[in-house]
Structures are given as structure tokens and as C-alpha cells.
């Protein structure tokens, strides 16, 4: 089932619900959800972002992010989330969840988690913390490198110290 839903227009990573124009966005549903569900959710992200004057992630709807979203369901409030998560507290479900995938032992999924992941969009915390909870799992993903690779960049451009923070990794 497919439903086009008007969003406001976006850039290439974010959505600013509050000063752009409208678009369409037109997005395939996982056959697990009903389509009041997915409405609902794309819905209460822009009005939630419309009343915080803040930004939302729009993605490409892929086979790889609707396996994704049809496998581990809190992914889509991982992505949403994932910018304004500052302490160990707010992190600890995700991390919960993101370790659950990493020993899941599923590598198709955790491949596809990874090639997902927009590293721009993870807070301080969750940008070194992701990627330790699948470093057990490195040497079997073939999406690790890359991945890997674009977070270290990440936070070098954030000025964090990529090599005490990634050491090991």
C-alpha cells in the first residue's frame, strides 16, 4: 500500500517543518503496520517538529530501511531521536535494542542498520556508543568499514577526539 502524505520540502539530510513549503512524500508502508499507524507517526513527528521549531529525518523509503522497519520497529523512534539523545539514561533503550541486533547474529540486518545510519544525525553519545556495541560483530559486516569510517569523520568534524574515542574499534 502506498500513501502520499504532504510534508513540508526538505534538504538533503533534515526536514524544517516550519519554514519551507509543502511536497508530497510519498512512502510505502511495511506490511505490518496499518496505514492510520504510519500517517499517524509521519503526522506527530512534523506537527512535533512544527511546535519545537525543530528538524525531523525524511529518508528514502529503500527495500533495505522497509526490512528494517518491518523487523525491529523502533528504528523509526532510533532515527527521530537519535540528534537530541545527550545522556546515558535517554540512550539506555536504544542501546538495549541496538545490542539485541548485534547479537542477534541476523548480519543482513546489522548490515543494513549500518548503511542506514546517518551519523551526522547521531548526538555525541550515540555516535561512539553504536559502533561499540557492534564492534564484536566487525569483522563478519561488510558494511563496518565504511560505516566506521564515516562516524570517525563525524566526530573529527566535531571536534572530538577520534582516537581515544574509537580506540579498539
Do not use: H
Request: net charge neutral; proline share 3%.
Amino acid at each position: 500500500m502506498s500513501v502520499d502524505i504532504q510534508l513540508p520540502e526538505y534538504n538533503v539530510n533534515t526536514v524544517n517543518a516550519v519554514t519551507k513549503p509543502a511536497l508530497v512524500y510519498s512512502y510505502t508502508q511495511p506490511a505490518y503496520t496499518s496505514s492510520s499507524t504510519v500517517i499517524s507517526k509521519i503526522v506527530s513527528n512534523v506537527l512535533s517538529s512544527q511546535r519545537l521549531g525543530t528538524t525531523i529525518d525524511i529518508r528514502d523509503v529503500s527495500e533495505g530501511y522497509n526490512q528494517l522497519v518491518s523487523e525491529i520497529p523502533w528504528i523509526i523512534d532510533f532515527y527521530n531521536d537519535s540528534v537530541s539523545i545527550k545522556d546515558s539514561k535517554s540512550a539506555l533503550p536504544y542501546y538495549k535494542n541496538i545490542n539485541r541486533l548485534a547479537i542477534s547474529g541476523n548480519l543482513e540486518l546489522c548490515n543494513e542498520f549500518l548503511f542506514q545510519l546517518r551519523v551526522e544525525r547521531l548526538s555525541d553519545l550515540l555516535l561512539v556508543g553504536t559502533f561499540r556495541l557492534f564492534n564484536r560483530s566487525s569483522e563478519k559486516l561488510t558494511n563496518w568499514d565504511k560505516s566506521l569510517s564515516r562516524a570517525k569523520s563525524e566526530a573529527n568534524k566535531r571536534g572530538m577526539e577520534v582516537s581515544e574515542l574509537f580506540v579498539g574499534l
